[in-house]
């Protein structure tokens, strides 16, 4: 699991979500006090993803402004500032939803809870101790691994 913790504010939710597919504890700020994302930010050392320029003037946290208004390209900006080895052993280690550690389950206690055709052709199952979502190397997987192949592209040349 990766070391790096984020706090993303309100105008960021898909990319929140995409860092945790990534392996990384992101929290999605929905609040709108700043003091109380200030606060968040210094206590648990997370870096501040915000779009808002104003956000960048407070000091003993860091803070990416982010300038994109695709995901994909945020995630090019943030890899590269930080930056972040974006590794495929990495991929959902993380709830997408709930920002929780996934554990590994038996393909037997995934049986009931998958649709059959799941069952029958994947092996390796997670779920999320927290909210009982299911994960598998589906086509879920896939569109990650290709939206990683294409920032990862851009990066090279
Ligand atoms: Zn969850």
């Not at 982010?66 to 390209?73: A, C, G, S, Y």
């Not at 930056?83 to 959902?92: A, I, N, T, V």
């Not at 979502?133 to 290709?146: A, N, P, S």
Request: proline share 4%; aromatic share 8%.
């Amino acid at each position: 699991m990766r070391n790096e913790r984020f706090i993303v504010t309100r105008e960021l939710g898909k990319l929140a979500k995409w860092l945790r597919i990534l392996g990384y504890d992101s929290i999605y700020y929905e609040k709108k006090q700043i003091s109380g994302l200030i606060i968040q930010a210094l206590r648990e050392k997370r870096i501040l993803l915000t779009r808002s320029p104003v956000l960048a003037k407070y000091t003993g946290i860091r803070v990416i402004i982010v300038r994109h208004d695709h995901v994909e390209d945020q995630i090019e900006q943030v890899t590269k500032e930080m930056p972040l080895p974006l590794k495929d052993e990495d991929l959902f280690q993380r709830c997408v939803e709930c920002n929780t550690p996934l554990e590994d389950i038996a393909k037997e206690e995934a049986g009931a809870k998958v649709p059959e055709y799941v069952f029958r052709t994947q092996e390796v199952f997670k779920r999320c101790p927290q909210c009982g979502k299911i994960f598998w190397k589906g086509t879920h997987w896939d569109m990650v691994e290709k939206a990683l192949d294409k920032v990862r592209g851009k990066g090279r040349r």
